[in-house]
């Protein structure tokens, strides 16, 4: 799990008319190659809470998704992967008969124990797994000796994970002020741990990938700073204009681009999150919101879902 990552991830130049024209620069921090079962951000934002795991002696993970969430397969696979039995509590009952689909066959398949609880309980449930003390305390005496892993993954571990991204970019090729560093927004963890490491003059941009998450991404960003690091951090923001009409939507317009950049590019996009924060940076370059000389570095935080 830990050893056959693949570390730092490949950085690679990427060109394409927009950007000459605006004379700015495209790198691609392939994170999506870091690990063959965990990869992307996921394995980012594990790694430190799987080898808290490892040297506390615990033997059981437990955490919260719903149906396709990646972070629930993510922790199945690497409990499994570190002998480790993972319990993940799924939102919606429904889901309890009903055929699994491939993301909830995959967490099954790797060992993960599935619990469907109805969106009452689930919502319960995870905000247990979100607030540390007595919240966890109650999972503890459900599920026995376990690390709590919230919701998507991140705490204030997942922040430290996350900051590495930043250490591998700066060791490379170093980071200066003309570097902005963009990924997706989905509850903030990547973008805290970023955000938190860059060095003087560097900014990070997160682009939003669900719909109405104006205030609140960026307040779960400072909780994230808070917890990791006891303060808060500046140099980065959060974009609100390219959720595509909310989480998990890819409109057409989305899907074209995705598609004309795979062939342009020959690297696989994943939809929700990768393809989302690509055409944003395509957009605002285009739209003059970067300064020629300014280099864009954008984490590719996934793979693509399974045909
Ligand atoms: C989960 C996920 C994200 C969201 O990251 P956060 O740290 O929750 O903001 C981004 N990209 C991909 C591909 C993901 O699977």
Same mark, same amino acid.
């Given at each position: 799990?830990?050893?056959?990552?693949?570390?730092?991830?490949?950085?690679?130049?990427?060109?394409?008319?927009?950007?000459?024209?605006?004379?700015?620069?495209?790198?691609?921090?392939?994170?999506?190659?870091?690990?063959?079962?965990?990869?992307?951000?996921?394995?980012?934002?594990?790694?430190?809470?799987?080898?808290?795991?490892?040297?506390?002696?615990?033997?059981?993970?437990?955490?919260?998704?719903?149906?396709?969430?990646?972070?629930?397969?993510?922790?199945?696979?690497?409990?499994?992967?570190?002998?480790?039995?993972?319990?993940?509590?799924?939102?919606?009952?429904?889901?309890?008969?009903?055929?699994?689909?491939?993301?909830?066959?995959?967490?099954?398949?790797?060992?993960?124990?599935?619990?469907?609880?109805?969106?009452?309980?689930?919502? =319960? &449930?995870?905000?247990? @797994?979100?607030?540390?003390?007595? !919240?966890? /305390?109650?999972? +503890? #005496?459900?599920?026995?000796?376990? *690390?709590?892993?919230?919701?998507?993954?991140?705490?204030?571990?997942?922040?430290?994970?996350?900051?590495?991204?930043?250490?591998?970019?700066?060791?490379?090729?170093?980071?200066?002020?003309?570097?902005?560093?963009?990924?997706?927004?989905?509850?903030?963890?990547?973008?805290?741990?970023?955000?938190?490491?860059?060095?003087?003059?560097?900014?990070?941009?997160?682009?939003?990938?669900?719909?109405?998450?104006?205030?609140?991404?960026?307040?779960?960003?400072?909780?994230?700073?808070?917890?990791?690091?006891?303060?808060?951090?500046?140099?980065?923001?959060?974009?609100?204009?390219?959720?595509?009409?909310?989480?998990?939507?890819?409109?057409?317009?989305? =899907? &074209?681009?995705?598609? @004309?950049?795979?062939?342009?590019? !020959?690297? /696989?996009?994943? +939809? #929700?999150?990768?393809?989302?924060? *690509?055409?944003?940076?395509?957009?605002?370059?285009?739209?003059?919101?970067?300064?020629?000389?300014?280099?864009?570095?954008?984490?590719?935080?996934?793979?693509?879902?399974?045909?």
């Amino acid at each position: 799990m830990f050893a056959d990552a693949l570390l730092p991830t490949p950085l690679t130049d990427c060109a394409d008319e927009v950007f000459e024209r605006s004379g700015v620069g495209l790198r691609l921090k392939r994170d999506d190659l870091v690990h063959p079962l965990v990869p992307g951000n996921k394995w980012r934002k594990l790694a430190p809470n799987l080898e808290l795991a490892v040297r506390e002696g615990h033997r059981r993970l437990v955490t919260f998704g719903g149906a396709y969430s990646t972070h629930l397969r993510a922790v199945a696979l690497a409990a499994g992967a570190l002998g480790l039995s993972s319990v993940g509590l799924v939102r919606g009952e429904e889901l309890a008969g009903a055929p699994r689909n491939w993301s909830l066959r995959a967490a099954e398949e790797a060992g993960m124990e599935l619990v469907f609880l109805s969106r009452a309980d689930y919502r =319960e &449930e995870a905000g247990r @797994g979100a607030g540390g003390g007595a !919240g966890e /305390a109650a999972l +503890r #005496r459900r599920w026995g000796p376990c *690390l709590v892993l919230p919701e998507g993954g991140s705490n204030a571990l997942a922040a430290h994970g996350a900051r590495a991204i930043v250490a591998e970019l700066e060791e490379s090729q170093g980071l200066g002020e003309r570097d902005v560093i963009c990924c997706p927004v989905g509850t903030g963890g990547t973008l805290a741990g970023i955000a938190a490491a860059l060095p003087p003059g560097a900014r990070a941009l997160g682009v939003a990938v669900l719909r109405g998450g104006e205030g609140y991404l960026e307040g779960e960003v400072a909780r994230l700073h808070r917890e990791a690091y006891g303060r808060e951090f500046g140099g980065w923001r959060i974009d609100h204009g390219h959720h595509g009409g909310g989480y998990g939507r890819v409109p057409a317009a989305l =899907e &074209e681009f995705a598609a @004309g950049f795979e062939r342009r590019h !020959g690297i /696989a996009l994943e +939809r #929700r999150y990768v393809a989302k924060t *690509l055409a944003a940076l395509y957009d605002l370059t285009a739209a003059g919101a970067f300064p020629p000389g300014t280099r864009l570095t954008a984490v590719v935080t996934g793979l693509p879902d399974p045909a």
